[in-house]
């Protein structure tokens, strides 16, 4: 029987999304992976495949991660839009020593990647239609709550808020402008509860 290097995977993928997130994609090398997740490059590559393998595997357990959130502190929430807004908040203004960049991991991957990467780029536009599809559950549960109106389009109210999402956390790169966010963010949410007809 082969002998086969023992890892805590979700520990590994943990340290490798931190170093992915923080560097990007092409600014990884395999070097800094090798150092950051305390393994051989043949039992990386024997557990993930290759570099963009082990990414892959590393943007859908970022994008899980996000969805386990929704699923925990929102969609079992009895006020699930309440819940969510703190959640959006949370995400994109507070303070947070696991995030290593103020960007969303999927954002910033499209920002940086050329479509010489295709099939990543495939992936990733693919990860933000899933989560823009929570986002549309969570309001759907919102409208069963009776906390938005019964005539919200909650597909169009998903693809604002994930537009918003992207632009409110580059604009806190650019910017560190937390309060003007803090507002958008209160500004959209209202928006939807008391829509201007």
């Known amino acids: 029987m082969a002998n086969v290097s023992k890892f805590n995977r979700a520990d590994v993928l943990e340290k490798a999304t931190q170093l992915f997130w923080e560097r990007g994609y092409i600014g990884t090398s395999t070097r800094e992976l090798q150092s950051a997740l305390d393994m051989r490059p043949g039992s990386i590559y024997a557990a993930f495949g290759s570099k963009a393998d082990l990414f892959a595997t590393v943007l859908n357990h970022y994008a899980q991660a996000l969805t386990e959130q929704l699923n925990t502190q929102v969609m079992n929430n009895a006020n ?61 549960k919102a409208k069963e709550q009776g906390n938005l109106p019964a005539g919200t389009d909650v597909v169009a109210a998903a693809k604002t808020l994930q537009i918003s999402i992207i632009g409110w956390r580059s604009y806190l790169k650019a910017t560190r402008d937390t309060q003007v966010v803090e507002q958008q963010i209160e500004q959209l949410f209202q928006q939807l509860t008391h829509p201007i007809h």
Do not use: G, W, Y
Not at 106 to 131: F, G, M, P, W, Y
């Open 80 to 140: 699930a839009l309440q819940a969510f807004q703190q959640l959006i908040h949370d995400l994109v203004l507070c303070p947070n020593n696991s995030r290593p960049s103020e960007m969303c991991m999927l954002a910033k991957t499209l920002a940086e990647l050329d479509e010489s990467h295709s099939e990543i780029l495939s992936l990733v536009r693919t990860l933000l239609n899933q989560v823009e599809a929570r986002f549309a559950d969570v309001f759907t």
